[in-house]
């Protein structure tokens, strides 16, 4: 079809896919190697070694605190924790209303923290600004996610702790009791690993809306969103489904042989991006063989017996455990319920998204591809209304 735009159009894929739409620093995802960095350190090993909040100031400043610079921002986002008293206020409402669990109920109440904290566009605003509006949005998502949780099983929502780090504050806003220390490490690994991860869905939508100006609230929001569609978030609590649909050790070739036959997906294996193992799977099989116990022994076997059989039914395919299976099994063993898995990665992310949005921000173009019209030939003229019947 014809076209009188100023600008040439350009045919790309489908999804955009492989299309790339800006430069960063905060890292990439390298599918072909396995491999996933923020800035210049590799993901993984900030995780092993690394604590979140060491992780985080690295996102958003750059670089590594020394023990000076860990000491106070760890101090600045702990203090960030209490929720604004009308917020507070209003999570009653919000968790009894009909959505689907906390990570729905996080949209509004990051929309109330927004307005409580007073955010304003970020195109409005300078670089400090926009630094102290995504950290106290970031420290303030555990919070809201413990306390809607914990509302709708018509519990009161436990108060933050100054003196726990990111992760330990969150499992005891959670279940209300001190986490053990192995418990605590192993949920910061594994937000740690799930900060970032390329230009997702999610993220994109974040630096969508930061590029219009919007402010901070707006741009999470937005990101949360993406997130909660099946084909984005969610899928931890599914692949601790498939262990539990399986069962037992002999059910898993017959069930696995079934599905893949069918056409049907493994929640759990695949990624859009890894052509090899997924880093993040491989850190977090480790995390759960170090627990123990027969929940992690039989999905390693699940594992051995999934990627058998599909390699045996499909050929020259590398399909192998992402992110998702290893998952939800550590955050089962660390005392998470499932509805709360997605969730607990979004505390993760949020930082992730928040590293976006500053640097989208910096940027003053705003994005705004277009569209190629598929529909009738333009103009065609309109039809006269027809006469309205007699005593109509």
Same mark, same amino acid.
């Given at each position: 079809?014809?076209?009188?735009? !100023?600008?040439?159009?350009?045919?790309?894929?489908?999804?955009?896919?492989?299309v790339?739409?800006?430069?960063?620093?905060?890292?990439? /995802?390298?599918g072909?190697?396995?491999?996933?960095?923020?800035r210049?350190?590799?993901?993984?090993?900030?995780?092993?070694?690394?604590?979140?909040?060491?992780?985080?100031?690295?996102l /958003?400043?750059?670089?590594?605190?020394?023990?000076?610079?860990?000491?106070?921002?760890?101090?600045?986002?702990?203090?960030?924790?209490?929720?604004?008293?009308?917020?507070?206020?209003?999570?009653?409402?919000?968790a009894?209303g009909?959505?689907?669990?906390?990570? =729905?109920?996080?949209? #509004?109440?990051?929309?109330?923290?927004?307005?409580?904290?007073?955010?304003?566009?970020?195109?409005?605003?300078?670089?400090?600004?926009?630094?102290?509006?995504?950290?106290?949005?970031?420290?303030?998502?555990?919070?809201?996610?413990?306390?809607?949780?914990r509302?709708?099983?018509?519990?009161?929502?436990?108060?933050?702790?100054?003196?726990?780090?990111? =992760?330990?504050?969150?499992?005891?806003m959670? #279940?209300?009791?001190?986490?053990?220390?192995?418990?605590?490490?192993?949920?910061?690994?594994?937000? $740690?690993? !799930?900060?970032?991860?390329?230009?997702?869905?999610?993220?994109?939508?974040?630096?969508?809306?930061a590029?219009?100006?919007?402010?901070?609230?707006?741009?999470?929001?937005?990101?949360?969103?993406?997130?909660?569609?099946?084909?984005?978030?969610? =899928?931890?609590?599914?692949?601790?489904?498939?262990?539990?649909?399986?069962g037992?050790?002999?059910?898993?070739?017959?069930? /696995?042989r079934e599905?893949?036959?069918?056409?049907?997906? $493994?929640?759990?294996?695949?990624h859009? /991006?890894?052509?090899?193992?997924?880093?993040?799977?491989?850190?977090?099989?480790?995390?759960?063989?170090?627990?123990?116990?027969?929940?992690?022994?039989?999905?390693?076997?699940?594992?051995?017996?999934v990627? =058998?059989?599909?390699?045996?039914?499909?050929?020259?395919r590398?399909?192998?455990?992402?992110?998702?299976?290893?998952?939800?099994?550590?955050?089962?063993?660390?005392?998470?319920?499932?509805?709360?898995?997605?969730?607990?990665?979004?505390?993760?992310?949020?930082?992730?998204?928040?590293?976006?949005?500053?640097?989208?921000?910096?940027?003053?173009?705003?994005?705004?591809?277009?569209?190629?019209?598929v529909?009738p030939e333009?103009?065609?003229?309109?039809?006269?209304?027809?006469?309205?019947?007699?005593?109509?």
């Amino acid at each position: 079809m014809s076209s009188n735009r !100023t600008a040439p159009l350009v045919q790309v894929p489908r999804g955009l896919a492989g299309v790339v739409v800006t430069d960063t620093e905060i890292g990439d /995802v390298r599918g072909a190697e396995g491999f996933y960095h923020y800035r210049q350190y590799s993901a993984v090993e900030l995780a092993r070694t690394r604590g979140f909040e060491d992780v985080w100031h690295l996102l /958003v400043h750059g670089d590594l605190p020394d023990p000076g610079q860990r000491a106070a921002f760890t101090a600045e986002v702990a203090g960030l924790r209490q929720l604004p008293d009308e917020v507070r206020e209003a999570l009653p409402a919000v968790a009894a209303g009909r959505v689907a669990g906390p990570l =729905a109920g996080l949209r #509004t109440a990051l929309s109330l923290l927004g307005a409580a904290r007073g955010f304003r566009p970020v195109y409005d605003i300078d670089a400090g600004r926009r630094r102290a509006d995504t950290l106290a949005a970031c420290a303030a998502v555990p919070t809201l996610l413990t306390a809607l949780y914990r509302l709708g099983q018509g519990r009161e929502p436990v108060e933050p702790r100054v003196d726990l780090s990111y =992760a330990a504050n969150y499992l005891y806003m959670l #279940t209300g009791e001190e986490p053990q220390a192995r418990q605590a490490r192993a949920v910061e690994q594994y937000l $740690i690993s !799930t900060i970032d991860h390329g230009f997702n869905a999610s993220t994109f939508t974040a630096r969508v809306i930061a590029s219009t100006g919007a402010d901070v609230a707006a741009c999470l929001v937005g990101a949360l969103g993406a997130l909660s569609g099946p084909l984005h978030g969610g =899928a931890p609590s599914r692949a601790l489904d498939t262990l539990d649909a399986i069962g037992t050790p002999d059910r898993i070739d017959p069930w /696995v042989r079934e599905r893949v036959l069918a056409g049907d997906r $493994i929640m759990g294996f695949g990624h859009a /991006v890894y052509r090899t193992e997924d880093p993040r799977s491989r850190m977090l099989r480790e995390i759960a063989l170090g627990f123990g116990g027969p929940r992690a022994g039989f999905a390693v076997e699940v594992e051995r017996h999934v990627e =058998a059989i599909l390699a045996e039914l499909k050929p020259g395919r590398e399909l192998h455990t992402n992110v998702e299976f290893y998952a939800g099994v550590v955050m089962e063993l660390c005392g998470l319920p499932r509805e709360m898995f997605t969730p607990t990665f979004a505390a993760g992310r949020v930082v992730g998204w928040s590293a976006n949005i500053l640097e989208q921000a910096a940027d003053p173009k705003i994005i705004r591809p277009v569209a190629r019209y598929v529909g009738p030939e333009a103009p065609v003229p309109v039809p006269a209304p027809a006469p309205v019947p007699a005593g109509g």
